[in-house]
């Protein structure tokens, strides 16, 4: 009974440190740029790096009983565009990419694109609560097809792939 009580008090403690703020702003509470033209304006990301020129796509981070998933899981865009990518439910969630190939300029470019979302080497924050998450941009990422994986549920096979044209 004590060692049920101990692992009880741990995994309390244990939380209680994981459950911090982010310093990164939820996807929702992102300040639109100004823009004289709305159709014409692209959105600017929060993030730090290069700033989109194109079109920001929006990814869903999911899990239910559907399973762990991105939504959608392929996504093509173009150079200059940035993707959102906001956890709606199954939490946490982050963004990581699979090193596989990328060279050391890639790598680097990934890593500056993630910006204050960036928690470790080529990952994001985790992202805990619903409707939070980031935007990236690509606009200094080569073209090129970028394997990405949620590293809490890369075993339930939540992976994406993001082509860059």
Do not use: W
Not at 1 to 17: H, I
Not at 134 to 157: E, Q, R, V
């Amino acid at each position: 009974m004590q060692f049920k009580g101990l692992a009880l008090v741990a995994s309390a403690l244990m939380f209680a440190a994981c459950g911090g703020g982010s310093d990164v702003a939820p996807a929702g509470d992102a300040t639109p740029a100004p823009a004289a033209d709305a159709a014409a304006a692209p959105a600017t990301p929060a993030v730090a790096g290069v700033p989109a020129t194109g079109t920001v796509h929006e990814v869903k981070m999911l899990g239910d009983d559907k399973g762990y998933r991105f939504e959608p899981a392929n996504l093509t865009i173009k150079q200059g565009d940035a993707v959102k990518f906001v956890a709606l439910s199954g939490f946490p969630h982050n963004v990581a990419f699979d090193a596989g190939t990328l060279s050391a300029d890639v790598k680097a470019a990934i890593n500056d694109a993630l910006g204050a979302a960036r928690m470790g080497d080529l990952q994001s924050n985790m992202y805990m609560n619903p409707n939070e998450g980031f935007t990236m941009s690509f606009s200094n990422i080569p073209p090129g097809t970028y394997s990405i994986n949620c590293t809490p549920h890369l075993a339930m096979n939540m992976r994406g792939v993001i082509t860059v044209q």
